[in-house]
């Protein structure tokens, strides 16, 4: 190794420290595309709650071709007396920065905005999972009983999801699965010779069933080599979906999601709160569906 005696240029190591290293922010693995909350429709709420009427039957007498005296029927809608009212659900942290680390380390990147970036991108994240599977508004804790399909052989064959969308057939939107359950359906189709097309969304490629895009999402668990597939209607002009938000929060950044600054206390530590209200209701028991207890770990040997 030479010697500072008989180098006759300026090393590497002594170099860089008179360059500049060109930095990224900083990267987060677990930020996904949050397909889910894209595609549902959001509606605003006051106060925080939603409520979703309903008619109590269906059954409405009418006629129709009366060409004698007979008597026109009488009828009437009736409205269900209580109602389901929807509550906001909170998702809330709180993100402390030192003061030092902020004043004196800010460029190029901007420690405060770096940290509720990437904090505000875990919360949204945490969003997205609870609209999946929260036990009082989550997407797999409302579909009605007979909205709910079993595999035939247990994995997702295209008979499987065909029976799926026989249940939620009026306008369906997407469906909604773990990429691996999405993976073992496209095995099937190509064990079956009926490769599924696909679509682009957003700019992005999406394997279609019937026309109905597969989207992918990570929030769908896979316990013990099962998981679940949904099949959504969107929209609340068509007795759909939606998700709820509450507009014009202190501090808003986007639709329900509000960052405020607390102070700084005696350790010099500056604290932010950052909070995103949101919920979701099914307006319909027709709008949502599911395919249970789906096996992703089945493979084919093709000669």
Not at 62 to 87: L, M, Q
Not at 237 to 263: A, I, N, W, Y
Request: proline share 8%; hydrophobic share 35%; with cysteine.
């Amino acid at each position: 190794m030479p010697t500072h005696e008989n180098r006759r240029a300026l090393g590497d190591v002594a170099a860089r420290k008179l360059a500049n290293t060109t930095k990224t922010p900083p990267q987060l693995t677990a930020i996904t595309p949050r397909w889910l909350v894209q595609l549902l429709s959001w509606v605003p709420v006051e106060s925080g709650t939603y409520r979703v009427n309903k008619a109590k039957n269906d059954e409405i007498d009418v006629a129709c071709g009366s060409r004698d005296e007979r008597k026109i029927p009488e009828s009437f809608v009736d409205y269900e007396e209580k109602p389901r009212e929807y509550t906001l659900s909170a998702i809330s942290t709180v993100v402390d920065v030192h003061t030092r680390v902020s004043d004196l380390y800010s460029h190029p990147y901007d420690q405060i905005r770096e940290q509720l970036r990437l904090t505000v991108e875990k919360v949204k994240e945490r969003q997205e999972y609870e609209l999946v599977n929260n036990a009082d508004y989550g997407l797999l804790h409302n579909v009605a009983p007979e909205s709910r399909v079993k595999p035939r052989k247990g994995a997702p064959t295209p008979d499987d999801l065909d029976e799926l969308l026989s249940k939620i057939w009026k306008e369906p939107a997407f469906f909604l699965a773990h990429p691996s359950a999405i993976a073992a359906f496209g095995r099937e189709c190509t064990r079956r010779g009926v490769p599924p097309p696909t679509a682009t969304i957003f700019g992005s490629p999406f394997l279609t069933w019937r026309g109905i895009p597969l989207i992918p999402s990570d929030k769908q668990n896979v316990d013990a080599g099962k998981t679940n597939i949904l099949l959504l209607r969107t929209g609340k002009k068509r007795q759909r979906k939606v998700c709820l938000f509450q507009p014009g929060l202190p501090g808003e950044q986007t639709p329900g999601l509000s960052v405020r600054f607390m102070g700084i206390d005696r350790n010099s530590l500056a604290s932010y709160l950052v909070s995103l209200y949101c919920s979701a209701a099914v307006l319909t028991e027709d709008a949502l569906g599911v395919l249970e207890n789906v096996e992703v770990g089945n493979y084919y040997e093709y000669k």
